[in-house]
């Protein structure tokens, strides 16, 4: 079979068309129309005769359309696109690099227009909707401050360094966190005795529980008095005592560290009251933007209402234009919604299988046009051709099953979009129809549709906002959905918990505990740096702990040949051949092999005999080493431990890349299932995204650490028996001690450091990928739809990036009252944000939708409760060090405060009447929360949770008081703005986005208005099953 290149004329008129198809919709002259989804060409998708055609066909078009009888199908087209190409064109078409263009103009205009994106500011971009200007100005906000913030945490960061509490880590991260922490600071005193604590029991069924008790004796404590003799099973019984506090030097200036943690609380204390300001300056700041950019900017919604609770078998849109027309002015447009989700949602199914069809119909007829390919490669490619295009004709099936009424209800009104003629019209409809429960209850008979129905009116959204499809769906129907949608989210998260909580107990099992201290005043080896010099106390060591392993913990036991043999040669080699084997004297030496004179001494001294230390010190250094994360400079060494430590780092690696991967794949897998709550609008539906996508990340970030980590006896009570026995709820960590730092601490740095660090490189890739797939659709392309796709750009999704955000938040501001580094960490992730993302909106991205401002109030709403979190963290964290209460915070709360930790431990169930095991006595709570450290965030706390109680129920009261009176109490109610009449607004292009409410109008519906081609095709590709939008081939 021989095939020859065909070359084909481009058709210029079809170009034309659809070029005009594409662009220059929102610029043409407006005239007053009275519309229900009816095309420009006479046909009509839904008319006044039928529910979605005439009384004979459906989708139909210029006068064709498929017979009932389902005998064979008649030829139809797409109405629109390419109504002047001759049917038939057989041969390969390439795509149009000129309408690529002009998609891209119209698809992404900021690529043109901002030129500087890195000089940008926010109310430049106000000309894309108020949703971007806000989101770049809460960016801008945070940033600058986060960076006032990180400067008046420097003092806290500073003083805190001021401990010795932990070595200096290779790992600069965990140096940093740890150095810089409240942990870095113990111990508080000389010494300490005393005082309530918990001493963890076992009952006979093997559980965990906490039983009041009194602290041990820690540091160099004198000996007890009579009284602290009485230890009893209940632990050691006596007041708090403690020895002198510590001292530290700063400045030249000498102070207890009592003292000291009393001024961090201040230092702390100033830098919330900076980031509370902003938290309740920020709304009032939004509603000035969005004022402004509502006052600088004409939109269609400045003449348009909404209405619902209309008739529902009003199918005509005259009705309601004749109604509004008569009682309250001149009408520009009516557009109704029906209840056509099924619908809709074919069409767009239909448009992706198109889509695909058109690229493998395209990829066909240019291989076709091949002389180079082979009959069997051509062959492959019409059958999958054939399969796109069965795909399609089975979508077209349940369409027109639909059409006919086969499936599916009733045709039904749902809402309508009502567009005034000028300014003064839509208010008084505003002013008419004023919203209220009294108000709509006496709504007068004149301004009743058929004086029988009572209309709820409201200004219109942005017409992309709208998510017609979901129209139909209710609000009993949408609260189900999203209830669903929250309980598929826990069970994610809690699949999430068990995988960490197995690798966190595996890594856990893998570690070995050591007494630091006890190893350095034993053995020899140097600290910092963490080496071991002398070459024959490194074979002592090892040697004796190799014996001491061999005899069962026993270095005295019998010794076999080989080993006994090595203890000669050892002690050959420390007494030099010499019968002295413990020399008063010792010449040192200064090669690199000999070491320290300390352990010059060691090995002086050694007898052949293994001392009780020498296999105890291997350990410690071995130990040490994986402490600071070295142990691989020493793996042929310590050998023995490389294993346990690998395996240990493979977990804790497992560990962060979980959550890492959990946090990364949260983004689209919420982006599916909110779609599923079938919001009626995008704010809406992104609204849901934002608020479900920063609490998982949240949760994922930090409250799996901190309860994997945390010891809750009275939940592991609750697992024996159960498969999670040993498996879930194993943690330690008793309360916020230098250990929390090191296990929790390190890791909740590196979820927040992570995660914006991998968005803002997805926007390099983002970039580079962008332009990489532009050059190459130049050439690869084989449908326009392919080559538009390359040159639209990338979504620039709002409401992920306002997740993200409000995890870092709220992940810095509840852990910086122990971890004040992550404010320095955060300010420069929220910079990071707003210059990168500037440059991914106006380089890498897609317009968005016109966004109303939901996400930005949603998001000021909860910045205020990540001081609430910051302020319950700061007294756990800071209590942890037992100072002194303090008498006028005691004098004012203490009582109240005492009082209902006595009624919570009365009366709350169990387990929550001791926090799950973590306290033997509420009252201890009250206790740690007056110290000198703490009162004062105790007190603050109780006004700032005063003052939330307060703002919510205002809100719910003024909300409730706008239903009943709504001149009083309504909000945001709409002023006259001086906007021209409507059409005076298109012509002068004053008008600024779409200029209908017409679902034929918005791109993302185009589909379900295109007419669908039915033909017997027998198998054949020479005829198409439908023009589809743009495609490279005739």
Known sequence: MSRRGQKVAFDQRSMASYVRSRRGKSRGRASSRVSAYTPS????????????????????????????????????????AYDDEPEGALGYVPPDFEIAEAHAEESNPQHALITKPFNMKPLDLKRYGVGVVLYFTYLRTLSFCFLVLAMLSAPSVYLNTLGAN???????????????????????????????????????????????????????????????????TEGFVGEWQHGPATQVLFFGFATGKDTLLVGLSYVNLFMLFVFTAFAFVIGPVQDKIIAEVDENLTTIEDYSVAVRDMPKDVTDAQELWKFFDKRIGKVQDVQLAYNTSELLGLALEREKLASAYDSALGRYKKASDDPDVSDNTLHKKKQLALEKKGEVHSVDAAIRAIQNDRMGDPRVSIAAYV??????????????????????????????????????????????????????FGWGERQFRQFNVTMLTVMVLAIAFIGIAGVTTLENETETEYDGPACRNDCAYTVAPLTLGNVLLRDIYKNCWELDLASGGNASAPLSAEAASTRTLLQEAATDGSDTTNATTTTYGDLPGDGTHEQQDKVAEYDGACGPYDAF????????????????????????????FTLQVIARGASQGIILVLN????PLMVVLVKYERHHSNSGEQRSLMVKLFLAQFFNSSIILLVIAG?????????????????????????????????????????IITLPLTARFGTAVRFVAFRWKRWLAVTTAVTQDELNAAFEGYDFDISTRYGEVLNVLFVTMVFSGGMPSLIPFAAVSFMMNYVIDKFDFARCSKLPPWYSNDLAEASANLVAYSAVGHLLFAVWANSFYRIEPDKLVSSIIGDVLYGLCDAWQANAPAPLNDLFGTVSD????????????????????????????????????????????????ARGLRKPEGNPLFELAVQGEQLVGPNT?????????????????????????????????GGGHR
């Open 997 to 1029: 409410y017409s679902i034929k109008d918005d791109p993302q519906y185009a589909a379900a208005f295109r007419k669908i081609v039915w033909e017997n095709d027998h198998g054949d590709l020479t005829r198409l099953s439908g023009k589809h939008r």
């Open 922 to 969: 509420m009252r201890e709570v009250a206790r740690r929360a007056l110290q000198k450290n703490t009162a004062w965030y105790t007190m603050i706390l109780s006004v700032l949770s005063f003052a939330l109680i307060c703002r919510t129920i205002a809100r719910v009261s003024r909300t409730v008081l706008a239903e009943l009176f709504p001149g009083t109490f």
């Open 617 to 644: 010190c291997f350990a410690c250094y071995c130990l040490e080493h994986i402490d600071a994360v070295s142990i691989y400079r020493e793996s042929s060494y310590c050998h023995p431990y490389v294993a346990g």
């Open 41 to 80: 060409d006479g046909g009509s998708y839904y008319d006044d005769e039928s529910r979605y055609g005439d009384a004979e066909s459906r989708y139909d078009g210029a006068g064709d359309g498929y017979d009932d009888d389902d005998d064979g199908y008649q030829d139809s087209y797409y109405a629109g």
């Open 419 to 472: 567009t005034f003629q000028d300014e003064e019209s839509f208010l008084r409809c505003l002013t008419e129809f004023r919203p209220g429960l009294f108000a709509w209850i006496f709504r007068p008979k004149k301004l009743r549709m058929r004086e029988k129905y009572r209309l709820v009116v409201k200004q219109a959204p942005p017409p992309s906002d709208i998510k017609w499809q979901n129209l139909q």
């Open 664 to 667: 990364i794949v949260l983004a």
């Open 166 to 232: 932990y070595a200096v880590k290779d790992d600069p991260l965990i140096a940093i966190v740890e150095q810089s922490s409240l942990g870095n600071l113990y111990p508080l005193y000389d010494w300490e005795m005393g005082g309530a604590a918990s001493l963890v029991a076992t009952d006979a069924l093997g559980g965990e529980t906490a039983v009041p008790a009194t602290a041990p004796p820690t540091g160099n404590a004198p000996p007890s008095p009579v009284e602290w003799f009485n230890q009893t």
């Open 711 to 751: 010891s809750f006896p009275g939940l592991k009570r609750a697992m024996v028996g159960s498969f999670a026995e040993g498996l879930l709820f194993q943690g330690e960590i008793t309360d916020t001690n230098s250990k929390w730092y090191t296990e929790v601490g390190v890791s909740v740095s590196v979820a």
